[in-house]
């Protein structure tokens, strides 16, 4: 699925400004995935603050650098392996069992239904209060004021 980050706030670092960016990932075909990455920085004080010493703009379809993370998720999967012919043993009892759950939810959305684990209604689709949510060790953006 197309995974789209907006809005991702990006303070501090080497770059003494703020900055946005919009990350967009969406898959082409079996083997490809486009990604594709805006970066706004908003002027200070009427004008763009210089590039940090280091560092240059890159030219088009030039990528820099990477989120890890990201990387081995989308690249390093390689291209889709036949699992028809496939002979799996005792040790195997998890991916039989996932499997199964996806063929499962496969067929329940065949006949119109949700699959295991989708809850729909205002008492499952809620915000949690702001107290409750985690971001010990997240970078959060400075608070307007």
Request: aromatic residues 6%; neutral net charge; charged residues 20%.
């Amino acid at each position: 699925p197309t995974t789209i980050l907006l809005n991702q706030p990006w303070p501090g670092g080497a770059f003494d400004w703020p900055r946005y960016s919009a990350i967009f990932r969406t898959p082409v075909d079996d083997n490809n995935t486009l990604f594709f990455h805006v970066t706004y920085v908003p002027p200070v004080d009427g004008k763009l603050p210089d590039i940090p010493d280091g560092m240059e703009l890159p030219a088009a379809n030039q990528v820099q650098t990477l989120f890890l993370q990201d990387y081995r998720a989308i690249v390093t999967q390689g291209v889709p392996v036949d699992r028809t012919v496939e002979r799996l043993g005792t040790t195997d009892r998890g991916i039989v069992m996932l499997r199964k759950k996806v063929m499962a939810g496969i067929a329940a959305m065949k006949k119109g239904q949700d699959p295991e684990g989708v809850m729909r209604g205002s008492k499952a689709a809620r915000l949690l209060p702001s107290s409750d949510r985690v971001t010990d060790g997240m970078m959060m953006a400075p608070s307007a004021g």
